[in-house]
């Protein structure tokens, strides 16, 4: 399975959207939405922003492995 790295944040207050590349080393715990300021952390049982509120799982869900 090809991991992919792009995923496209929804923001939860305003619902701007932004594609985002996901970093590959780590978890991004904060997202800073540029539309409206709000800063996402992820959602209680989620390891980080993409899990929460993007349209793909970080690369390590998508591995099936631990993330974090």
Known sequence: ???ELVSTITCPGCG???EEEMPTTACQFFYQCENCSQLLK???GDCCVYCSYGTLACP???EGTNCC
């Open 1 to 3: 399975m090809e991991i």
């Open 60 to 62: 390590p869900i998508q």
């Open 42 to 44: 992820p959602k209680e």
């Open 16 to 18: 701007h959207t932004k």
